[in-house]
């Protein structure tokens, strides 16, 4: 007769020999499912955070790769998440991991505490609530007491809306004025498999230019990056400057930043420059499109108004390259 269950360290996702082994090309949602319920920063709740870096360092993995395999398993139910949040409530969990007793029980809840989502660690004690009932671990007048004290702090008999999967914290968590939950958000476009090859010829007119480093070649480590860095720059674009670039569009923008920028083209006399590696840094990169290394205008703007008289030049250029004229 095969066991039910069996323990898995959570040590075992920080293991030498594990981290030795080659990563594959793509996340396999069953391994994503099998780290989510057993990784460090989970709990005995099954309801936690975690912080997304985290779970690609762990995993090898890219955002790309990463956000993907949790949408597909919040649309098969293994898991739920909500709007504005990184708490992952792992569903079935109490069937399985019920609490003992009542000590258990007060453990159980002091760990939920810590996930920020209202909603879900709400949904997880009500669970959890219905189970110690069931159990009659609330009938003992001293852990009774406490037990009820405790689920009420989570919002006991509160009718909670089922959450919708989402890892983007800029998105509304409210409600619209009339009540109505905001229907799910759009699944967000991904760039293509050719991206690479063109910010690879983009970097390299750039890097002719200026006698910089040219690229030779892209690894898979280089591929990813420029990927996740692709959604980045889209998702500034679009909070910051009210654009909504393509892919290719975001990298042109970002090599005209470069361009226009002496210290990263070596142009500043502190004998540097930047390289290809260097830019696909996510916080180097932040720190390019929020205008950090522009010289100070003859106006005085500097930083992102600079990096906005930057874009405006480029979408000037731009329309006037297709014929439209200028945005003046």
């Excluded at 075992?12 to 990563?23: D, Q, V």
């Excluded at 996740?228 to 930043?257: N, Y």
């Excluded at 205008?291 to 006037?320: F, H, M």
Aim: with cysteine; proline share 5%.
């Amino acid at each position: 007769m095969s066991r039910e269950f069996s323990k898995v360290y959570a040590s075992l996702w920080g293991s030498e020999k594990l981290g030795k082994l080659k990563a594959p090309k793509t996340l396999d949602p069953r391994v994503l499912y099998f780290y989510l319920v057993s990784n460090p920063h989970s709990n005995s709740s099954g309801c936690y955070d975690l912080k997304q870096g985290y779970a690609m360092t762990d995993l090898k993995c890219s955002e790309i790769d990463f956000r993907k395999g949790i949408e597909d398993l919040c649309k098969v139910g293994l898991i739920e998440m909500e709007t504005g949040y990184h708490t992952i409530l792992i569903t079935n969990w109490v069937k399985h991991n019920e609490p003992t007793n009542s000590k258990h029980a007060i453990g159980i809840l002091a760990q939920l505490q810590a996930a920020t989502s209202p909603t879900l660690k709400s949904r997880r004690a009500n669970e959890f609530l219905e189970y110690s009932e069931a159990k009659g671990q609330l009938e003992d007048k001293q852990m009774g007491a406490i037990l009820s004290e405790k689920f009420k702090h989570f919002g006991k008999g509160i009718d909670i809306p089922r959450p919708r999967p989402d890892l983007d914290r800029d998105q509304d968590r409210d409600q619209d004025p009339e009540g109505k939950t905001p229907p799910a958000a759009a699944v967000e476009e991904l760039p293509d498999d050719d991206l690479p090859e063109f910010v690879k010829a983009e970097w390299n007119k750039l890097a002719e230019k200026f006698d910089n480093t040219e690229i030779r070649q892209l690894n898979d480590a280089r591929r990813k990056s420029i990927r996740a860095r692709s959604i980045d720059v889209r998702r500034f674009l679009r909070k910051h400057h009210g654009q909504d670039p393509d892919f290719r569009e975001c990298w042109t923008q970002i090599m005209l930043v470069i361009e226009k920028s002496p210290h990263l083209v070596g142009g500043s006399g502190a004998n540097w420059h930047c390289d290809f590696d260097w830019i696909l840094q996510p916080k180097n990169l932040l720190k390019i499109m929020e205008g950090k290394y522009l010289e100070k205008r003859s106006n005085g703007k500097t930083g992102d108004a600079a990096v906005s008289d930057a874009l405006r030049d480029w979408v000037s250029r731009r329309n006037q390259e297709l014929g439209i004229g200028s945005t003046g």
